[in-house]
């Protein structure tokens, strides 16, 4: 998948949301954003309509930004089938142990990951994975 903007990313998730419903054969990537889209269903409106995608989504308004918090669920999912960062797939499973719910799982992990590249993006550096680890060893 080749993402060349925030508008191509947008459209991708739509497409792949398009491909699924219609049981189209899915490369593994898309495979993977449809799955997380299914986890989803209070995004599938916007996914199935012909809205702008164009949309801001801030914090000051109440919202959360669908594409962005797919966009980490995805990036789990990625960490956990690279192994990277080295431990994170253990910490999930003791994680999936303790809670059962292998989304909520993912919820409580997406929003380390969210604080840590926060915090990366405000100081101009790259994600500190040793804290990123130690916030997901707290859960």
Same mark, same amino acid.
């Given at each position: 998948?080749? !993402?060349? #903007? ?9 497409? !792949? ?6 049981? =189209? /054969? ?7 954003? $449809? *799955?997380?889209?299914? %986890?989803?269903?209070? &995004?599938?409106?916007?996914?199935? #309509?012909? *809205?702008? %995608?164009?949309?801001? &989504? ?13 966009? %980490? ?5 990625? =960490? ?23 989304? $909520? ?8 990951? @969210?604080?840590?590249?926060?915090? @990366?993006?405000? *100081? ?5 994975? =040793? $804290? &990123? %680890?130690?916030?997901?060893?707290? /859960?």
């Amino acid at each position: 998948m080749l !993402i060349q #903007s925030r508008t191509d990313a947008r459209a991708a998730f739509r497409d !792949i949301w398009a491909k699924a419903r219609a049981r =189209q /054969l899915l490369e593994p990537m898309e495979q993977i954003v $449809a *799955a997380v889209i299914a %986890l989803h269903p209070e &995004y599938h409106p916007l996914l199935e #309509s012909d *809205a702008e %995608l164009a949309d801001e &989504y801030t914090p000051e308004r109440g919202e959360t930004n669908p594409f962005l918090h797919m966009g %980490l669920h995805i990036a789990i999912r990625e =960490q956990i089938g690279a192994g990277r960062p080295a431990g994170v797939g253990g910490i999930r499973e003791r994680l999936l142990a303790r809670y059962g719910d292998e989304h $909520a799982v993912e919820h409580k992990m997406v929003e380390c990951l @969210a604080v840590t590249l926060w915090e @990366a993006q405000n *100081a101009g550096t790259l994600p500190d994975d =040793q $804290a &990123y %680890l130690e916030r997901l060893k707290r /859960l």
